[in-house]
């Protein structure tokens, strides 16, 4: 049990770097790195995916690692782009007018402002692969996890495009 726990807060703060990392290149340099495609990627179709493909795929380790490790990552990726997306851009020209740089607005406002909702991110998907690896290892019904999951994974997608901003 103590070896889930600590193996899914290893993954989700992997994902949570990596995704970090991703968005601060993205944002503070000209390269053209859109995290917007994963934000369907909420608490719903992340724990439906892992219910989906717990269920589906025997255990083997070093898969599971790098599926787990995907999952985090997308999962982060979409909390960090609507994060990004909800900064006010009104405040966003002021400061970059008072004679700050794209980096110094990251650094100094925007990543500052972000670190509750990461430990937030953080905690949430930590719970999440927690979650999925308890499930896996109560032997619960491989039948009745599948069709939870594939509930879960609907009803987020669901909940997605109907709270989706045009």
């Given at each position: ?74 999962f982060h990726a979409g909390r960090l782009s609507t994060l990004l997306e909800s900064e006010d851009k009104r405040l966003r020209i002021f400061f970059l007018s008072a004679g700050h740089t794209k980096s110094e607005y990251a650094l100094n ?58």
């Amino acid at each position: 049990m103590l070896n889930e726990v600590l193996l899914g807060l290893f993954l989700s703060a992997t994902g949570l770097i990596v995704a970090g990392l991703l968005a601060w290149i993205g944002f503070v340099s000209f390269a053209n790195i859109n995290l917007s495609p994963f934000a369907f990627m909420n608490t719903l179709t992340t724990l439906g995916l892992l219910l989906l493909y717990t269920s589906s795929f025997e255990v083997y380790r070093a898969r599971d690692l790098l599926i787990f490790l995907a999952v985090s990552f997308f999962f982060h990726a979409g909390r960090l782009s609507t994060l990004l997306e909800s900064e006010d851009k009104r405040l966003r020209i002021f400061f970059l007018s008072a004679g700050h740089t794209k980096s110094e607005y990251a650094l100094n406002y925007l990543f500052k402002r972000a670190i509750r909702k990461n430990i937030a991110s953080l905690l949430l998907c930590w719970g999440l692969l927690t979650t999925s690896f308890v499930l896996r290892e109560m032997n619960i019904p491989r039948n009745q996890s599948f069709w939870l999951g594939l509930f879960l994974l609907c009803l987020g997608v669901t909940s997605f495009l109907l709270d989706r901003k045009y």
